[in-house]
C-alpha cells in the first residue's frame, strides 16, 4: 500500500528528558493505525511533532499532501461561533486575507466544502447552532469535520475520546475507521484504550521510552503486550 | 517555627505602623486644622445651597457641557481601539520577543503619562477646548486598554489557535478566527469599563481647559459662584450613574 504518512528516526527531549528516542512508522492510505502507551510514553508528543506543534531535534517526517489534519482530545473549537463556521476555519489555508478575516468573509465554495464535510460526520442538520451548544462527542464529530475540511490526507487524532462517553467514543472511532475505510484516508490516533484499537483499528503500535516496542495487527492484540507497554516495570521485574 | 512566626508578624506591624506614621507626618494630617476651619465648609456649603437652577444662564449651558463631556469620553475610547488593539495583539506573550518589548513599553509610556498632562501637551498645539480633551483620552486609553486587551489574550485557551495553525492558516487569520473570537466578550467588557473611566476623566480635562461640564465647575470656582458649581456636581452625578448603569447593563447581557 502507498505510504501516506513516513516517519523515520523522530527524536525529542525536554532538556535532560529524552521523551522520543529515535521512532520509526508509517500508515498506509486507507489505514487506521492506533498509538498504544503509557502516560509519558510519547505517543503525543511524536504527533506534535508531525503537524509542528513540537520541533523535532532530530528525524524525517514525510507527509503526502505536505500538510496533516490534526483532532485534540480538548477539541479546541470556538464554543461562541456557530459549527459550520468552526467547520469552515479548517480550510482557511490559502485563502486571501480579505476572504478570511471574519465568517461574513468566507466565500462560498469554502462554506459548501464545510457542509460537505459535516454531513460527512452526520451533523449537517446542526450547521447553524452554537458550537458550544453540542454534546462532547458532537463537538468532537465536528473537530473531525473542521480536520476533514482542511483537504489532508492524513488524518491525526490525540486522544480524540478520552473525554467522551462511552457511546460517544465508538462513534467518533467508528468515525475515523470509516473515514480511513471508506475514503481513504490515513489515520493514526494515540488512544488510552485498548479495547477501542482492537475494535477499530487496523493495526497497532505500542510506544515505551520513546520507542515502538510494539507492531501487530488489532486483532492479534494480546493482553501480554498491553501488560508491557502499560506496566513495564511490574512485566520486567 | 511559632517563634519565627511571631517575629515575621511583629516585623510587618511595626514596617506598616512605621509607614502609616511617615505618611501622616507627610501629609500634614491634622484634625485640629479641620475642627477649627469649620466655619470656613460651612459657609462654602452655604453659598453652595439651594443650587443655582435657572435654565438660561446654568442649566441649559450646563446640559449642553455635559453632552460635550460625554462625547470627549465617548470619542476617546472610540478613537483608541485601532491602536490598542495593535499594541494588544503585539503585546502578547510567545511573540517575538523584540516586537513584545517594544510594544509592551509604548503602553507603559502611554500609561505612565497621565491624561491631564497629555491635554496640557494638546491644547498647546490645537488651543483649549474638547478636541484637545479628545487626543489626551486617545493617547493615554491606548495605553490602559492596550495592556488589559493584551492581558485577556494572554489568558485565552491556546488549544483553537494550535488547531488553526496545524491546517496551515496564517497568523492574522489566527488571530481573527480563534484568539479574537474567544476574548471579545471580555475586550467588549473592559471597553465599556474604560468608556466609564473616560468620562469621568474628561470631567478633570474639563479643569484644564479642555470644554465640558469641567470646564463649568473650574469657572465657577473661580468666580466664587458656587450655586452653579452646585448644579453642576449635580448634573454629573447623574450623568455618572446613568453612564455606570448603561455599561453594567450591557456587561451583564455579555457575561
Known amino acids: ?237 | 517555627m511559632t517563634a519565627r512566626k511571631y517575629l515575621t508578624a511583629a516585623i510587618v506591624i511595626v514596617v506598616l505602623g512605621g509607614a502609616h506614621v511617615f505618611a501622616w507626618q507627610t501629609t500634614e494630617v491634622s484634625p485640629g486644622a479641620l475642627v477649627d476651619g469649620w466655619r470656613g465648609m460651612a459657609r462654602f456649603l452655604a453659598e453652595a445651597l439651594p443650587p443655582d437652577l435657572d435654565w438660561d444662564t446654568v442649566v441649559q449651558p450646563g446640559l449642553e457641557a455635559c453632552l460635550t463631556t460625554l462625547a470627549i469620553g465617548l470619542l476617546g475610547t472610540t478613537l483608541s481601539i485601532p491602536a490598542a488593539l495593535l499594541f494588544a495583539v503585539l503585546g502578547t506573550r510567545g511573540r517575538n520577543r523584540i516586537v513584545y518589548q517594544v510594544s509592551r513599553s509604548v503602553m507603559s509610556f502611554l500609561r505612565a503619562v497621565p491624561d491631564v498632562v497629555f491635554a496640557l501637551v494638546f491644547v498647546t498645539a490645537v488651543g483649549l477646548g474638547p478636541f484637545a480633551g479628545v487626543l489626551a483620552l486617545i493617547c493615554h486609553n491606548v495605553g490602559v486598554l492596550g495592556k488589559l486587551w493584551s492581558e485577556a489574550m494572554d489568558e485565552v485557551d491556546p488549544g483553537p489557535a494550535d488547531a488553526l495553525r496545524v491546517s496551515g492558516a496564517g497568523e492574522a487569520q489566527v488571530v481573527a478566527n480563534a484568539v479574537l473570537p474567544a476574548v471579545v466578550p471580555a475586550l467588549v467588557g473592559l471597553l465599556l469599563y474604560r468608556f466609564d473611566v473616560n468620562v469621568r476623566s474628561s470631567l478633570v480635562l474639563g479643569l484644564v481647559g479642555a470644554g465640558g461640564v469641567g470646564f463649568l465647575i473650574n469657572q465657577s470656582i473661580q468666580l466664587f459662584q458656587f450655586d452653579q458649581m452646585a448644579t453642576y456636581i449635580l448634573m454629573v452625578l447623574v450623568l455618572i450613574v446613568a453612564v455606570d448603569l448603561l455599561s453594567a447593563a450591557v456587561r451583564r447581557r455579555l457575561g
Not at chain 1, 121 to 136: C, E, P, Q, T
Not at chain 1, 159 to 168: G, R, Y
Not at chain 1, 200 to 211: F, I, K
Request: hydrophobic share 50%.
Open chain 1, 1 to 237: 500500500m502507498e505510504k501516506a504518512l513516513s516517519v523515520k528516526g523522530l527524536r525529542k527531549s525536554f532538556g535532560d528528558r529524552v521523551v522520543l528516542n529515535g521512532v520509526d512508522f508509517d500508515v498506509a492510505a486507507g489505514e487506521f493505525v492506533v498509538l498504544l502507551g503509557a502516560n509519558g510514553s510519547g505517543k503525543s508528543t511524536a504527533l506534535r511533532c508531525v503537524v509542528g506543534l513540537a520541533e523535532a531535534d532530530a528525524g524525517e517526517v514525510a507527509i503526502a499532501g505536505d500538510r496533516a489534519a490534526m483532532v485534540f482530545q480538548q477539541i479546541h473549537l470556538v464554543r461562541r461561533r456557530s459549527v459550520i463556521d468552526n467547520v469552515c476555519a479548517g480550510g482557511l489555508a490559502g485563502l486571501p486575507l480579505s476572504r478570511s478575516l471574519s465568517p461574513v468573509l468566507f466565500p462560498k465554495d469554502l462554506r459548501a466544502k464545510a457542509m460537505a464535510c459535516l454531513d460527512r460526520v452526520g451533523l449537517a442538520d446542526r450547521a447553524k447552532d452554537r458550537a458550544g451548544s453540542l454534546s462532547g462527542g458532537q463537538q468532537q464529530r465536528v473537530a473531525v469535520a473542521r480536520a476533514l475540511c482542511q483537504g489532508a490526507g492524513v488524518l491525526l487524532a490525540d486522544e480524540p475520546v478520552s473525554a467522551l462517553d462511552p457511546a460517544a467514543a465508538t462513534q467518533v472511532m467508528s468515525l475515523l475507521a470509516e473515514l480511513a475505510h471508506r475514503d481513504g484516508l490515513a489515520v493514526a490516533a494515540v488512544l488510552h484504550q485498548p479495547d477501542l484499537a482492537r475494535r477499530h483499528a487496523d493495526r497497532v503500535l505500542g510506544l515505551l521510552h520513546g520507542e515502538i516496542r510494539l507492531s501487530t495487527s488489532a486483532s492479534d492484540l494480546s493482553d501480554v503486550d498491553i501488560e508491557a507497554l502499560y506496566a513495564p516495570d511490574r512485566v520486567f521485574a
